[in-house]
């Protein structure tokens, strides 16, 4: 029952600046739907981690994302986990005429005892606000 969710995006923004922004715990909420970031871990400028807490459907969840792969100025993915689901989610960065192409993938799926009852809900919740997610990311980076 695994679900994958995808939109590219466009900012004016180039990718040293986008780069940047991904180093920030708040760029990544704005993709995740996560209502606020703490813990924030980096090693020298570049973000390594932090804890998460999200709202869905009136249900609160805490969670924890790290980074697992870091291309500078090229493409970061955050492995996401709480105790209902478990996933990660990529940006990848492209240049584009007039700013950078911004490629967000979402992969999700349930975890632990509750997971499979509530990730249908999950799963409709992100999927019915992700575009506009990662369509407000790429505004925020102009």
Do not use: C, K
């Not at 679900?3 to 600046?17: I, K, M, V, W, Y």
């Not at 932090?50 to 805490?62: H, L, N």
């Amino acid at each position: 029952m695994p679900d994958s969710f995808r939109h590219e995006a466009l900012t004016a923004a180039p990718r040293s600046r986008v780069w940047q922004r991904l180093q920030n715990p708040a760029t990544w909420a704005t993709v995740a739907g996560v209502d606020g970031t703490s813990d924030h871990a980096y090693s020298g400028e570049n973000l390594d981690g932090f804890r998460f807490r999200a709202v869905v459907g009136g249900i609160p969840y805490q969670g924890t994302a790290r980074v697992t792969d870091s291309e500078p100025e090229g493409a970061m993915t955050m492995s996401i986990r709480s105790s209902e689901l478990h996933g990660t989610i990529e940006v990848a960065l492209y240049d584009e005429e007039g700013g950078t192409r911004l490629h967000v993938e979402m992969n999700v799926r349930p975890a632990g005892l509750l997971g499979p009852m509530v990730f249908p809900m999950i799963s409709r919740s992100v999927r019915a606000g992700f575009p506009g997610s990662v369509e407000r990311l790429a505004a925020e980076m102009d």
